[in-house]
């Protein structure tokens, strides 16, 4: 079984360094973090998302053999908008409203900054940020550290796998990708790392004369 997760909220800034070195294991290599800000279609779950996090991690342990004490479940925890949990006696987060901006940024960071001190090589998963912050948070630390989103690219990555198979299924190459006009539905998280995907296809690649038609 996973090991209890691991709560980080707004209230520990100044902390989270002691707070991650007070992790009993030396070889983490997996964190699935989230913010709780978009879980599924359900929307903002505050620090009741740590669900995901722990559903994502058993599915590394599961299928991919990673052994549980080398993944760690993390929520962190800046407040929620969600009206029913911000009046809901029994809620276990912080019942004020979401961190927005700087002080947001601030918190993240310094969980990164804490991770990365201790575990340099460990692969970060960003899931379930609403899409406002998933992309800044992507481009700002895919330079710093190993990290991917799961919304963004794991999506946008599996999509294509699909688009791929349906063009062999149809008849057709991979490189026919090009010429293909797609379009998505939607311009959320999944969205844009869909089309995020094709158009990193038509800037590698073409089609079978060699011409990047482009993906519309």
């Known amino acids: ?63 991919g053999g990673i052994a549980p004490h080398r993944v760690l479940p993390v929520m962190l925890d800046v407040g929620t908008n969600n009206e029913e949990l911000l009046n809901d006696p029994f809620y276990l987060g ?23 001190n201790r575990w340099p090589k460990c692969l970060v998963q960003f899931e379930d940020f609403q899409s406002d912050i998933a992309l ?13 989103n799961d919304d963004i690219q ?23 990708l090009p010429r293909q006009r797609i379009l998505i539905a939607g311009a959320g998280s999944a969205g844009i790392g869909v ?3 094709l158009m990193q296809v038509r800037e590698s690649g073409g089609g079978r004369d060699g011409k990047k038609e482009g993906v519309r």
């Open 1 to 63: 079984p996973l090991h209890p997760p691991r709560y980080f909220s707004a209230d520990d800034r100044g902390h989270m360094a002691a707070m991650v070195h007070n992790w009993p294991h030396e070889d983490v290599h997996v964190i699935v973090v989230t913010d709780g800000s978009r879980i599924l279609g359900l929307g903002d779950l505050g620090a009741n998302g740590m669900g995901i996090p722990i559903g994502k991690l058993s599915l590394y342990c599961a299928a």
């Open 136 to 148: 800044p948070l992507l481009d700002n630390y895919k330079e710093q550290l190993l990290c991917f």
């Open 195 to 197: 089309a995020t995907v």
């Open 154 to 176: 794991g999506t946008g990555a599996t999509a294509l796998a699909g688009v791929l198979g349906s063009l062999r299924a149809a008849g057709g190459e991979v490189t026919d």
């Open 94 to 116: 912080l019942q004020r409203p979401r961190l927005t901006g700087a002080d947001y940024f601030a918190v993240v960071d310094e969980f990164i900054q804490a991770v990365n």
